[in-house]
Nanobody, 133 residues
Framework: EVQLVESGGGSVQPGGSLRLSCTAS????????MGWYRQAAGNNCKLVSS???????YYEDSVKGRFTISRDKVKNTVYLQMNSLTPDDTAVYYC???????????????????????????WGQGTQVTVAS
């Protein structure tokens, strides 16, 4: 069974840091491109960062210089280190992956489902990040 399990979300004050983790199972992690999306209340779902099988990374403009994506092929985990957080980073964060064979598609808001599915075929259930003083 393909699973993507996010963890590490929570509440933090502005300027603080969090590290999100997405632990993958049920597919060949080394062969899969991975990404992190987020959806803030009332906003569209957006790709925040991605990392492909060659460890080439992408960052959305608003997080460049603050967020770092990485992958650990031994632990089958992709991380999103988030520093200098602001209230604008408050959102539900979703891990996504392009996997072969079986997929994981838990119920998530339809906007995120459509947005993620344009690039990846599997996702997790999401983890809430709240940045507030």
């Amino acid at each position: 069974e393909v699973q993507l399990v996010e963890s590490g979300g929570g509440s933090v004050q502005p300027g603080g840091s969090l590290r999100l983790s997405c632990t993958a199972s049920g597919f060949t992690f080394d062969d899969s491109d991975m990404g992190w999306y987020r959806q803030a209340a009332g906003n569209n779902c957006k790709l925040v960062s991605s990392i492909n099988t060659y460890s080439t990374t992408y960052y959305e403009d608003s997080v460049k210089g603050r967020f770092t994506i990485s992958r650990d092929k031994v632990k089958n985990t992709v991380y999103l280190q988030m520093n200098s957080l602001t209230p604008d980073d408050t959102a539900v964060y979703y891990c996504a992956a392009e996997v072969g064979g079986r997929v994981s598609r838990p119920a998530i808001p339809s906007d995120c489902r459509r947005t993620i599915y344009a690039s990846y075929n599997s996702w997790g259930q999401g983890t809430q990040v709240t940045v507030a003083s």
